[in-house]
């Protein structure tokens, strides 16, 4: 089973910016996708953007153009670099992981905007 260390959290004031990190271990197999999903209070879980194995990335609209989603392949480690932070990304935001094999989550890091 793949493992997932998440860093990079907090508390960041509207129009600031954060770097999520997301680092993995014992992967047996070829990774699909690593991505990110977030999930605020009384709300569903909801997809953030990933990037695939190819390099081609995918977002929600709702970031799309703030959010980017990267990976080192030498590190196995994936990143969500986060601009212009608005109130309502205030969440708890998981790494996921993809392999052929298997789909792993991250313990999930809290990220506060504050107006």
């Known amino acids: 089973q793949v493992q997932l260390v998440e860093s990079g959290g907090g508390l960041v004031q509207a129009g600031g910016s954060l770097r999520l990190s997301c680092a993995a271990s014992r992967i ?11 999930q605020a209070p009384g709300k569903q879980r909801e997809l953030v953007g990933f990037i695939s194995s190819d390099g081609s990335t995918n977002y929600a609209a709702s970031v799309k153009g703030r959010f980017t989603v990267s990976r080192d392949n030498t590190k196995n480690t994936g990143y ?36």
């Not at 047996?28 to 977030?38: A, K, P």
């Not at 670099?81 to 989550?105: F, G, H």
């Open 80 to 115: 969500l670099q986060m601009n212009s932070l608005k109130p309502e990304d205030t969440a708890v935001y998981y790494c996921n992981v993809r392999t052929i094999v298997d789909n792993s989550w991250g313990q999930g890091t809290q990220v506060t905007v504050s107006s």
């Open 28 to 38: 047996s197999s070829r990774i699909v996708t690593m991505g990110w999903y977030r």
